[in-house]
């Protein structure tokens, strides 16, 4: 049993065909293992958030009710990609495991609707929204430093609060994009082997050699998500974060979970600044 299968080609060369479907279960597991272990971290030995206290709390008084954190238009994306996220989920590995139905067309339509989605997401984002939101800075090094160093015991500062998105977010933001991104390379070079309203059938336009490793690309970055969704998902039900997971329904939070949550200076809302806001961001 290895990670990948190989064939034959008609020259007579070894090519990869795709991964060992063993993966699959691989990816499942793990998924569920890393939500076991942290909720039982998370009830049993994980400390009290404690962040550095904000000695400048002017200008709170003047916040609504509620913050707004989501467009309509990022929250209509994310669910459109989330419904085309899972339906290629499904299609892609039903099969594999014996669920047999006709997968094909269905795979490719969703494929297509994730393809646009990131696209109006990525033209949405850098034009409309705050941009550089959820990429890593300076900030979120500086603290998930401290966050470890009070982790392993060792005396330090306490860490800020949060910008719009902590650093745990926009690490998975980066891994589910490039993920996402080569599941999408991969997946459009391969929709010219099957039979599409987009272009003609060319199983001739790569090598066999080519052929395989996109396939394997693409099954590799596949089983990855099922991991990275099932860890988006057992966060998002979890009881500390369902303000977050309800924003992304409603498009805002209450003032009482931003002020627990986040630094204003670091998300500083739109309306209620000069500077710009990522109040909109996704």
């Not at 400048?56 to 009710?65: M, N």
């Not at 705050?130 to 160093?149: H, N, Q, Y």
């Not at 690490?171 to 459009?188: E, K, N, P, R």
């Not at 409603?250 to 500083?268: A, N």
Request: with cysteine; net charge positive.
């Amino acid at each position: 049993m290895g990670f990948l299968e190989w064939a034959m080609s008609p020259l007579g060369q070894r090519v990869p065909i795709h991964i060992g479907w063993f993966l699959i279960w691989v990816a499942l597991i793990a998924g569920l293992a890393f939500l076991v272990v942290h909720a039982i971290y998370v009830r049993y030995f994980a400390k009290e958030t404690e962040f550095a206290s904000d000695p400048s709390p002017a200008g709170k008084v003047d916040l609504p009710a509620r913050i707004p954190r989501h467009s309509l238009a990022a929250r209509l994306f994310h669910w459109i990609m989330a419904a085309a996220m899972f339906v290629l989920l499904f299609t892609a590995f039903l099969p594999k495991v014996g669920i047999q139905f006709n997968w094909v067309t269905y795979h490719w339509i969703a494929g297509t609707v994730l393809t646009v989605s990131i696209l109006f997401h990525i033209v949405h984002a850098t034009f409309y929204l705050d941009f550089w939101s959820i990429w890593p800075d300076r900030s979120d090094l500086e603290d998930a430093r401290k966050r470890f160093l009070r982790f392993i015991g060792r005396p330090t500062g306490s860490p800020r609060k949060f910008a719009k998105y902590p650093l745990e977010n926009k690490l998975y933001h980066g891994v589910v994009m490039l993920s996402g991104l080569a599941v999408i390379v991969t997946g459009i070079c391969m929709m010219f082997r099957v039979r599409t309203v987009f272009f003609p059938r060319n199983p001739y336009l790569f090598s066999d050699m080519t052929w395989g490793m996109l396939y394997v690309l693409h099954g590799l970055a596949g089983v990855g998500l099922i991991t990275l969704t099932i860890v988006h998902v057992y966060f998002a039900v979890r009881p500390e974060k369902l303000p977050i997971t309800a924003s992304m329904i409603v498009g805002s939070m209450s003032r009482e979970f931003y002020l627990k949550e986040h630094d204003p200076k670091r998300w500083v809302i739109e309306g209620l600044s000069h500077h710009r806001s990522g109040a909109d961001g996704d």
